[in-house]
């Protein structure tokens, strides 16, 4: 499902955050696609951000067909943020980096998931850091979330700000069905 709202605020006292939440509470189990706030990078990469919260496996499928569908490639990024010493730092990256390989070999074929590219940031804030690497992306492609809330902290702040489109899916106990995002050609 395409949401048009693009701005953070639409004049009319309706956030676009408040839209893709409302969506994405119905449970129709879809994607909600948001417009960038730019045009998107020609043959940049559809970019998957991923996290160790449950949802890792709907987001790199989604990212991964919409990838293909665009003759793109694929990348697959995790944001971590936390502060500490430098062997904390180099736990973090190690513990990201496996995390970005189990998700790819996990949910994707072999072929797939090798020639995907990965990308580990740090930045306290996610939402900055992605927003960020929209620039040179496609299509962002996040979890809306987990837990009560149908939109977590993340996708809420990465909605109307994003360069590219953002999809923004439903958790992943909600039956995910896919669909796929409107190309540059097809807006």
Known sequence: ???GLSDTDTGTGIRAGDVAAAILARGAGEAVVVPG???PAPRAAVVA?????GNPGPVVRYAAAEARRRSVPLRVVHVWGERGTARDA???MCDADRLL????????GDSDAAAAERE???DDDPARAL???????SLLVVAAGHGAAPLGHTARALIGVTRCPL???PPASTGFVQKGAPTQEER
């Open 1 to 3: 499902m395409t949401s």
């Open 37 to 39: 706030c730019a045009r």
């Open 49 to 53: 951000a991923v996290d160790d919260d």
């Open 90 to 92: 180099h736990d973090a």
């Open 101 to 108: 390989s189990a998700v790819l070999y996990d949910h994707l």
């Open 120 to 122: 580990i940031l740090h």
């Open 131 to 137: 927003c960020a690497l929209s620039a040179d992306a």
């Open 167 to 169: 999809a923004v899916l």
